[in-house]
């Protein structure tokens, strides 16, 4: 009988997942869009389609109050500013390990190093993190390329397509060390690519006919083809159950991996009609074999306390000390920005959640730690505002007259005067940033308000009063241009502006 062993780490990664459950979950009236396919799988493109959801390559034709979903490959920072200038809808379905290389780029940039992008030059995720370098990027895809370059006496930054082969991306860092005068290089290939394509290289060591599933144009599934069939010769691409080949019935072993762009749904597909082919008749898919069990100890809505024994790219298993494992869905841990899921769900940690379900029909305990956050968050919430202690929040909407921020899944509200100490006339940069306030109002759940400037204002307070305790005439002080006058330079010394006359500056 031929054994069929299915990769662990197959099909959507966390950032593709919810890219298109955002696009599924869309209740909109008017148009709506996606800036590009949203994902390399025609399955999932055309049922968009039949959701009225289009894909486009440009901004033409786009009007005031189309709504546009930004794919999970992300996109520049010029394409972005234009898309808020027709004053679009935006939903920004950015996978977040593309964000923080973004975010890498831009900075390094400003900073005035060279960026150096590791990648394929035509693939959108590239296209798209060169757009916050204004397009200026050496992208290179392999040690030729490198190695052709001339010797640069500059600081070269070094990212990553977030799908390139780790073993590949070293080997021309190594080349780029003696092409320029300092490399400061970036791990930035997705947590859940390397998982993937180590487990498909060890998994086609093991079996006889290696099965990858997704997109043709799939550049994170070209890439486990190509690892598949250094190791097995009998490796086969292909998008779905009906292009599976013929196999030969002397093999005993067949393994299945699936690219980030494969819906579950497709592997299964995949899985039976192979089972079909093995049997001659149905049968049940392997993998997804439920255990039938009653969790009797367990309730629903009851608060659970376990250790996390390992995470996917859709799931946190959890250990309840029961006979079923738990399960958090990664998505609820996506709303953080600084999230990094190797640092916060290492195996051991403790971690609280909410039962929703006792049997999710896979034999797993459906748990939810956002809900938890939500009930334990509002409580930390009120301990912060009767002793008016400053909270870290994550800004998740501008709405008219301020924006919403999330603080442990309760909603905050923060009036346009209160963001910070200064006239603000467009809120969108803040969103997705991480800010402080202090609670200033507290009705009742569902009446939160909070404050920025309140802090700002303290802490310039406390800085000014500081300088002028030790404030010395004569003594030399190092601060920051403000602004320019025909008459002078305004300096902020920490807290006091400081003119310096046009008489008394110097031009070298």
Request: net charge negative; hydrophobic share 40%.
């Amino acid at each position: 009988m031929m054994e069929i062993k299915v990769a662990k780490y197959a099909g959507f990664c966390f950032g593709v997942d919810k890219a298109v459950k955002t696009s599924f979950e869309l209740n909109y009236d008017g148009n709506k869009y996606t800036m590009g396919e949203l994902i390399h799988n025609r399955n999932v493109i055309e049922q968009l389609e039949k959701k009225g959801i289009k894909a486009i390559n440009n901004l033409d034709g786009l009007k005031e109050g189309d709504c546009v979903i930004i794919r999970a490959h992300g996109i520049g920072e010029k394409l972005y500013n234009d898309l808020k200038s027709l004053n679009v809808r935006i939903l920004d379905a950015t996978c977040p390990y593309v964000k923080r290389i973004h975010e890498i780029v831009k900075k390094e940039y400003e900073a005035g190093n060279k960026i150096v992008i590791v990648g394929d030059s035509e693939h959108p995720e590239v296209i798209g993190i060169n757009g916050w370098c204004e397009g200026k990027a050496l992208i290179i895809s392999n040690e030729y390329e490198a190695e052709q370059l001339p010797y640069c006496d500059e600081k070269a930054v070094v990212v990553s397509q977030t799908t390139f082969k780790r073993a590949k991306y070293e080997d021309i860092c190594e080349v780029l060390k003696k092409k320029f005068a300092f490399v400061l290089k970036f791990d930035t290939i997705c947590n859940a690519t390397v998982q993937r394509q180590s487990e498909a290289e060890k998994l086609s060591r093991e079996v006889d006919v290696m099965i990858v599933i997704g997109g043709k144009n799939s550049s994170n599934t070209q890439k486990l083809f190509e690892i598949c069939k250094e190791n097995c010769s009998e490796t086969y691409l292909i998008e779905n159950a009906d292009e599976l080949p013929l196999l030969d019935k002397n093999a005993r072993t067949v393994g299945i991996t699936a690219g980030a762009s494969t819906p579950e749904k497709v592997i299964k597909e995949v899985i039976f009609h192979m089972e079909e082919m093995i049997n001659g008749h149905e049968g049940e898919i392997n993998f997804s074999e439920a255990l039938e069990m009653t969790m009797t100890e367990l309730k629903t809505n009851e608060i659970v306390k376990g250790k996390i024994i390992g995470y996917n790219n859709n799931d946190v298993f959890v250990d309840l000390g029961y006979k079923a494992d738990g399960l958090i869905p990664m998505e609820e841990f996506l709303d953080d920005p600084d999230f990094d899921p190797e640092k916060e769900l290492k195996t051991g940690n403790e971690i609280e959640a909410l039962i929703v379900k006792i049997n999710d029909g896979e034999g797993n305990v459906a748990l939810s730690k956002k809900k938890v956050d939500s009930i334990r968050g509002f409580e930390l919430v009120e301990e912060a505002f009767k002793n008016k202690t400053p909270i870290d929040v994550v800004i998740k909407e501008i709405v008219k007259g301020g924006a919403v921020a999330d603080y442990k899944g309760v909603r905050i509200f923060i009036p346009a005067s209160q963001i910070s100490d200064r006239f603000v006339k467009d809120l969108e940069p803040y969103k997705g940033k991480k800010v402080k306030l202090v609670i200033t109002e507290m009705a009742n759940r569902r009446r939160v308000v909070g404050s920025c400037r309140a802090i700002i204002e303290a802490e310039k307070e406390a800085k000014s009063e500081a300088f002028w305790n030790e404030v010395e005439i004569g003594k030399e002080y190092t601060g920051t241009v403000k602004s320019i006058t025909n008459f002078g330079v305004f300096v902020d010394l920490g807290g006091v502006d400081g003119l310096i006359h046009v008489s008394e500056l110097s031009w070298k």
